[in-house]
């Protein structure tokens, strides 16, 4: 179980958004950190399964840079779906299903989930053009709860800090 936090709006505020993952850190007390841009916040809590190193550690960015995912489930298929991506010529540097998503993601972009077996909620965010995808599986295991108003968009795994937003 990891914890996953995002924000978009138009004021970002660091010290707010920190106070508000730690209250995932009981979803994983192994590591944590955050991601700041322009306009979005991006967190993650760390409950170290696959690879322990901090190679595992998230946000995880892509080698290019352009790319940063967050990710909460385990892919029981991502050993085969990585073999296809090496063969494509990208190179990893963890033992993660997180890397293997997120280079899922830039070779497939969202058809990446239509192979993805497992359980799992994710968002990665493309900083050139500043979208941000999510996802979670087919049948709803991992969470995934999020609110918007014509101010923000946030989203996390549990929905206690979002209801902060709700009238």
């Given amino acids: 179980m990891c914890g996953i936090l995002g924000k978009i709006s138009k004021k970002v505020n660091k010290q707010e958004f920190k106070l508000d993952l730690k209250q995932l850190q009981h979803r994983g007390p192994d590591d944590s950190g955050v991601y700041f841009d322009e306009n979005i916040s991006?967190?993650?809590?760390?409950?170290?399964?696959?690879?322990?190193?901090?190679?595992?550690?998230?946000?995880?960015?892509?080698?290019?840079?352009?790319?940063?995912?967050?990710?909460?489930?385990?892919?029981?298929?991502?050993?085969?779906?990585?073999?296809?991506?090496?063969?494509?010529?990208?190179?990893?540097?963890?033992?993660?299903?997180?890397?293997?998503?997120?280079?899922?993601?830039?070779?497939?972009?969202?058809?990446?989930?239509?192979?993805?077996?497992?359980?799992?909620?994710?968002?990665?965010?493309?900083k050139k053009t500043k979208k941000l995808f999510l996802a979670r599986d087919r049948s709803g295991i991992k969470p995934l709860y999020y609110f918007q108003d014509n101010k923000i968009f946030s989203f996390s795994s549990e929905i206690k800090i979002l209801k902060k937003y709700s009238p």
């Fill in 42 to 126: 991006l967190g993650h809590t760390r409950l170290s399964l696959l690879d322990s190193t901090s190679n595992g550690h998230q946000p995880m960015i892509s080698r290019c840079e352009d790319f940063i995912i967050i990710f909460n489930g385990e892919i029981y298929n991502f050993k085969e779906i990585k073999g296809k991506l090496i063969q494509k010529g990208y190179k990893f540097s963890s033992h993660t299903d997180t890397e293997v998503i997120l280079y899922g993601y830039i070779e497939y972009r969202e058809k990446i989930v239509a192979k993805l077996n497992g359980m799992f909620a994710f968002s990665i965010y493309d």
